[in-house]
């Protein structure tokens, strides 16, 4: 079956540890992006990348990174630097050819801090 | 900065009522909106997308779009406890795939 997997589904960080949450996709899509979902929230764009080898930064991306390498890949990484990472995060992905094509999304990674 | 902005609710009907839920957006240029329907601890799932100024209709859902006035709206009729949920509206930025998100209006369904 196509989709996106995401792992882990939870995931623990300690103080000054940078931590990657993994993003596969089977769909063959050109487009990925990373959202930050806080509880009672909505979704915060972090990074989003419409072609391998090249990514941009959203709305929140201070203290992530992430890599495009391959195209059904998009791992991001909460460095240290981001002082409140406690979040939902999702992974999501396009055709990348048309703003009018829907997103689909993973299923998710919950992040917390230890 | 582009915004999409929506009502956080909650919102309550009660079983069998219409729901609506509004939407505005700050990019006059944006041509492509969209409604998902998010379940507490589960991701997004695509309801409806309208692209064309009027109604658009997919079995109890109706989405409605007025650009002039930089307006989307989600009817439910006959909405069901099932449909407790949060709404979210997104729209992609205009010349990118920068898809903004709302902060969603949560739906509670009263049996």
């Known amino acids: 079956d196509g989709g996106i997997t995401q792992s882990p589904k939870y995931l623990f960080r300690k103080e000054g540890q940078n931590v990657t949450l993994s993003c596969e996709q089977n769909l063959n899509h050109d487009a990925m992006y990373w959202y930050r979902q806080d509880p009672g929230q909505g979704l915060r764009l972090i990074y989003y990348?419409?072609?391998?080898?090249?990514?941009q930064k959203g709305d929140i991306a201070e203290g992530y990174s992430v890599s495009r390498e391959k195209k059904e890949s998009f791992p991001l990484t909460v460095t240290s630097a981001q002082k409140n990472p406690t979040a939902f995060y999702l992974c999501?992905?396009?055709?990348?050819?048309?703003?009018?094509?829907?997103?689909?999304f993973g299923s998710g990674t919950q992040l917390s801090v230890l | 900065q582009k915004e999409v902005e929506q009502n956080s609710g909650p919102l309550s009907v009660p079983e069998g009522a219409i729901a609506s839920l509004n939407c505005t957006y700050s990019?006059?240029?944006?041509?492509?909106f969209f409604w998902y329907r998010q379940y507490s601890g589960k991701s997004p799932e695509l309801i409806m997308s309208?692209?064309?100024?009027g109604d658009k209709e997919d079995g109890r859902f109706t989405a409605q779009l007025n650009k002039a006035s930089q307006y989307v709206s989600l009817l439910i009729r006959d909405s069901q406890p099932s449909d407790s949920a949060t709404y979210l509206c997104?729209?992609?930025?205009?010349?990118?795939?920068?898809?903004?998100f709302g902060t969603g209006t949560r739906l509670k369904v009263l049996a």
């Open positions: 997104a729209v992609p930025t205009s010349g990118t795939y920068k898809y903004i």
């Open positions: 990019d006059r240029g944006s041509q492509s």
């Open positions: 999501a992905s396009s055709q990348g050819s048309s703003t009018t094509e829907k997103l689909f």
């Open positions: 990348s419409q072609i391998v080898n090249d990514f």
């Open positions: 309208i692209y064309s100024n």
